[in-house]
């Protein structure tokens, strides 16, 4: 790997049990024990109220630390639910993208569980040379977005080269992999970019307008929609970031509720090898921060040091721990 892909997508959950019977028993990845959160440290870091807990339980695919999601369930009163019925593209982090092999099987199995799809699994040219995947959202846990993707084509197409670099990270028993991508709807194009590329030190894979029907579609978004759609990996088939900026239409901004105690996707973690060096480089570039340095205990792994800091091309929160991948 060259950079820091994501290490840990952090949901709040309504429930822990509601997050384990789908990132658990139907994604299919391996859950950590139920871990007690609480203490000024805990509250500093998630500017809580005093005396506010949670309980936090991490899915991840073996000892894998690349695309995990952190459920926590916080013990607090008035807590919203982010996401709301009908929601589609809304400034901020707003999905998780999973590979899968069979999209359409996989499709009717969820639809049987109850789950609530955005259309049918939409498959589509994104050029000769990169290939073509097989796409579909539905309705998560909470309301949160899922992709699915069903990587199809030539072996000589990008696309290609990706699908034998995820066969040889393997999936899980149930045919997932961990998150493979993650999208973050992003109001400052540049400044957004800098922060992945200057804090992170991901680099762009692809950088284009997404406009045909076919994306708008399975997308829920307007006819005609354009939406510059950038990727930053680092080299890695799980754990990249995908920015989308509305060119020609409106979305929502959720940003204000975007914080704990709420119900939903609340910030993205990266392991960083030194936290106060990428706290200065996010100084010189004038990002935000949220919380200070504070040892923190993160569910299934342990005691370790962390700080938040706000992406300056959103306001979404970034959360850096200090750790190796």
Same mark, same amino acid.
């Given at each position: 790997? $060259?950079? &820091?892909? %994501?290490? %840990?997508?952090?949901?709040?959950?309504?429930? =822990?049990?509601?997050?384990?019977? #789908?990132?658990?028993?139907?994604?299919?990845?391996?859950?950590?024990?139920? +871990?007690?959160?609480?203490?000024?440290?805990?509250?500093?870091?998630?500017?809580?109220?005093?005396?506010?807990?949670?309980?936090?339980?991490?899915?991840?695919?073996?000892?894998?630390?690349?695309?995990?999601?952190?459920?926590?369930?916080?013990?607090?009163?008035?807590?919203?639910? @982010?996401?709301?019925?009908?929601?589609?593209?809304?400034?901020?982090?707003?999905?998780?993208?999973?590979?899968?092999?069979?999209?359409? +099987?996989?499709?009717? *199995?969820?639809?049987?569980?109850?789950? +609530?799809?955005?259309?049918?699994?939409?498959?589509?040219?994104?050029?000769?040379?990169?290939?073509?995947?097989?796409?579909?959202?539905?309705?998560?846990?909470?309301? %949160?977005?899922?992709?699915?993707?069903?990587?199809?084509?030539?072996?000589?197409?990008?696309?290609?080269? =990706?699908?034998?670099?995820?066969?040889?990270?393997?999936? $899980?028993?149930?045919?997932?992999?961990?998150?493979? +991508? $993650? &999208?973050?709807?992003?109001?400052?194009?540049?400044?957004?970019?800098?922060?992945?590329?200057?804090? =992170?030190?991901?680099?762009?894979?692809?950088?284009?307008?997404?406009?045909?029907?076919? *994306?708008?579609?399975?997308?829920?978004?307007?006819?005609?929609?354009?939406?510059?759609?950038?990727?930053?990996?680092?080299?890695?088939?799980?754990?990249?970031?995908? %920015?989308?900026?509305?060119?020609?239409?409106?979305?929502? $901004?959720?940003?204000?509720?975007?914080?704990?105690?709420?119900?939903?996707?609340?910030?993205?973690?990266?392991?960083?090898?030194? =936290?106060?060096?990428?706290?200065?480089?996010?100084?010189?570039?004038?990002?935000?921060? #949220?919380?200070?340095?504070?040892?923190?205990?993160?569910?299934?792994?342990?005691?370790?040091?962390?700080? @938040?800091?706000?992406?300056?091309?959103?306001?979404?929160?970034?959360?850096?721990?200090?750790?190796?991948?």
């Amino acid at each position: 790997m $060259t950079g &820091s892909p %994501l290490s %840990l997508a952090v949901l709040g959950v309504s429930s =822990l049990e509601t997050a384990r019977k #789908f990132y658990g028993d139907v994604v299919g990845l391996d859950a950590s024990e139920p +871990t007690p959160m609480a203490g000024p440290g805990f509250e500093a870091h998630w500017g809580l109220e005093p005396g506010v807990t949670a309980d936090g339980v991490m899915f991840s695919a073996g000892s894998s630390n690349v695309g995990r999601v952190l459920a926590i369930e916080f013990h607090a009163d008035h807590r919203q639910t @982010i996401p709301q019925p009908g929601d589609r593209t809304y400034r901020g982090l707003w999905n998780l993208n999973f590979y899968v092999d069979d999209i359409r +099987t996989t499709t009717k *199995t969820l639809k049987a569980d109850g789950y +609530t799809f955005w259309s049918e699994p939409v498959g589509y040219e994104v050029s000769a040379a990169a290939g073509q995947p097989v796409e579909v959202l539905f309705d998560g846990p909470d309301g %949160l977005a899922i992709n699915l993707v069903e990587l199809t084509g030539g072996e000589e197409t990008a696309i290609g080269k =990706l699908r034998r670099e995820v066969a040889a990270e393997g999936k $899980t028993p149930t045919g997932y992999t961990p998150v493979s +991508t $993650t &999208s973050h709807s992003i109001i400052d194009h540049e400044r957004a970019l800098t922060f992945y590329q200057y804090v =992170l030190g991901l680099h762009v894979i692809i950088d284009d307008v997404l406009n045909k029907p076919e *994306t708008n579609h399975f997308l829920g978004r307007p006819t005609g929609a354009e939406t510059r759609a950038t990727f930053v990996s680092a080299n890695h088939p799980f754990g990249k970031i995908a %920015l989308s900026y509305p060119l020609n239409y409106k979305v929502p $901004t959720k940003g204000s509720r975007q914080v704990a105690p709420n119900v939903g996707y609340l910030a993205q973690g990266f392991l960083v090898s030194n =936290l106060g060096e990428a706290l200065k480089v996010c100084d010189g570039i004038a990002v935000e921060r #949220f919380s200070d340095p504070v040892e923190i205990i993160v569910p299934g792994v342990g005691a370790q040091m962390a700080a @938040i800091v706000r992406n300056p091309g959103s306001g979404a929160l970034m959360e850096l721990i200090e750790g190796t991948y």
